[in-house]
């Protein structure tokens, strides 16, 4: 029994001394990729601080006052766009809550399935209605003109 004690103790020894020189030789292994890696990233790193450090030349050439004015003409356009979307926007409400217009499009809705005499009446009405409307816009618009020197009608 000795003997098997011993040798069981003997292989013990042995196997310890492999894993030990197996966790040395990854030990090793990665230091040198840690070093590999780290001088890769600081080369890396180095690079991105230098295109950094142009930019931020670039900008301080082109100084404060460019990019203040290109955010000023952007401004401008979406104030532009705006103003356009609202005033479409006021449009169309306008043509929805006039009566006229919902009975002009009423009358041509019939008048697509109409035909002969009672078509040409419907269209002879939807001529007057628009005629009608007409004449009320511009009226409205010659009383919205002040008359006053530089002003133009609206």
């Known amino acids: 029994m000795k003997i098997n004690e011993e040798q069981l103790r003997a292989q ?4 310890l001394v492999r894993i030990e020189e197996q966790i040395d030789s990854l030990k090793a292994r990665i230091d040198t990729e840690s ?3 780290h001088g ?3 080369g890396e790193v180095a ?6 450090e142009k930019l931020e030349a670039e900008v301080e ?9 290109q955010i000023v003409v952007q401004i401008e356009e979406l104030s532009a766009k705006g103003d356009a979307a609202y005033k479409l926007l ?3 409400i306008v043509a929805q809550l006039d009566p006229t217009d919902t009975e002009i499009r009423r009358l041509e809705a019939i008048a697509a399935t109409a035909s002969g ?5 419907i269209k ?17 618009q010659s009383d919205e003109w002040t008359g006053q020197p530089g002003d133009a009608p609206h």
């Open 90 to 92: 006021q449009a169309e």
């Open 40 to 42: 890769s990233l600081s």
């Open 12 to 15: 013990w020894r042995a196997d």
């Open 124 to 140: 002879a009405r939807i001529a007057s209605l628009r005629s009608a409307r007409a004449a009320a816009q511009s009226g409205l």
């Open 61 to 69: 050439a082109a100084g404060a006052d460019a990019h203040a004015k």
């Open 117 to 121: 005499d009672a078509r040409a009446k």
């Open 35 to 37: 070093r590999t890696l």
């Open 47 to 52: 690079v991105l601080q230098s295109e950094l």
